[in-house]
């Protein structure tokens, strides 16, 4: 049995923004097809795909575009997608926040695993994510 996540679906304010930045972000990481359905005002979503399930991006029902991200609330903490080396990690870093989202925590190791080498950053909507290589 395989076990994995088949995709992830992010709410985000401003559907414009979410979009350029995760076209700019998702084929660096290993999900280079796009697909679009954005003919309805009510269900534009996109969807990243790669070797392993897919990330979608779709507006937040008009009623909860006033609401924030907080990584410690109920719901969604953060998203690690994982790297293939650790200079994947640091030629990402040193673009992210000309693409639209912001560094939290620059690329550095963190002790969390023997060889756990990382950065975290915010996507426009503030969601936090997170770019991770560890050996095997």
């Known amino acids: 049995m395989r076990a994995g996540v ?9 559907y414009a923004a979410a979009k350029k930045f995760y076209s700019w972000l998702m ?24 070797d392993y ?4 991006v779709r507006p937040s ?22 790297a293939e080396s650790r200079q994947q990690i640091d030629e990402l870093a040193a673009k992210i926040s000309s693409n639209g989202g912001k560094v939290t925590d620059p690329p550095r190791e ?14 426009p909507d503030g969601l936090k994510l997170e770019l991770v290589h560890v050996p095997r």
């Open 6 to 14: 088949d995709h992830i679906i992010v709410n985000v304010n401003d």
């Open 110 to 123: 963190y002790d969390y695993l023997p060889g756990y080498y990382s950065v975290f950053f915010t996507d």
């Open 61 to 82: 029902d008009p009623e909860f575009r006033a609401d924030k991200f907080h990584r410690h609330r109920v719901g969604l903490c953060e998203i690690a997608f994982a």
């Open 27 to 50: 084929p660096q990481i290993g999900y280079p097809k796009a697909m679009s359905y954005d003919q309805a005002d009510t269900d534009v979503t996109t969807g990243y795909f790669g």
């Open 53 to 56: 399930g897919s990330l979608w």
